[in-house]
């Protein structure tokens, strides 16, 4: 996979390609949609998608495609905010976290299994990746590493995107430190702290 996917990538450097595909990977509730949807306002004026505190909200790949403009450098990305990445989705957690019934339990989980499954599909055909990690929980889990390990095995570029710094307890350091290959960049995608930060980095990244 790794091939295809370093050759995609000279293949748009050779030809020009109009759009680079960037992916937003990362655990439930990491933040991917409010980071959507703070690209898509800051370079479009529209929405994404809805957030909310219930995981797997999102199950099924958006996209939308945005231009980057910084000084002279200018790229259009086609942003695909993708479901949460979890390696169980339990309908108990449903009922008893968020007072669904068991029908509507099922139904949430059945489609949160179906969401990862299409988001690890999709990478197949991604340029790039920001992986969105939540710094104020341990980023040290399954699913950051699990997601680092594919993109790296396919060749792809990533941008470790260290999320709600604005709230008490983050610890982005700690995303650095503990991921120190790769580059990190430290949002908060709900305030827009730091966003010109990401996009310079995406333009360098991904480009």
């Avoid at 029908?103 to 999709?122: D, F, H, L, S």
């Avoid at 699913?143 to 095995?153: E, F, Q, R």
Wanted: charged share 30%.
């Amino acid at each position: 996979m790794g091939i295809f996917s370093a050759l995609r990538r000279w293949l748009f450097r050779l030809f020009k390609k109009k759009s680079l595909k960037i992916g937003l990977y990362g655990a439930p509730n990491a933040g991917k949609t409010t980071l959507a949807n703070r690209i898509s306002m800051d370079w479009t004026k529209e929405a994404m998608g809805l957030t909310s505190p219930i995981p797997h909200e999102t199950h099924e790949v958006i996209q939308k495609r945005v231009e980057i403009s910084l000084g002279k450098k200018k790229i259009t990305f086609d942003i695909f905010d993708t479901p949460g990445v979890a390696t169980k989705v339990d309908f108990h957690n449903f009922v008893e976290e968020h007072g669904m019934d068991e029908a509507e339990g099922k139904r949430r989980a059945k489609e949160g299994t179906e969401g990862v499954i299409e988001a690890i599909e999709w990478l197949d055909k991604m340029d790039g990746i920001l992986l969105i990690m939540d710094s104020t929980l341990d980023p040290f889990n399954q699913v950051n590493v699990t997601l680092l390990g594919n993109c790296k095995a396919r060749s792809l570029p990533v941008i470790i995107v260290a999320n709600k710094v604005d709230l008490e307890g983050a610890a982005p350091d700690k995303i650095k430190k503990g991921f120190d290959e790769d580059l990190m960049v430290a949002i908060s995608a709900l305030t827009g702290k730091n966003m010109k930060g990401l996009y310079k980095a995406m333009i360098k990244k991904f480009q």
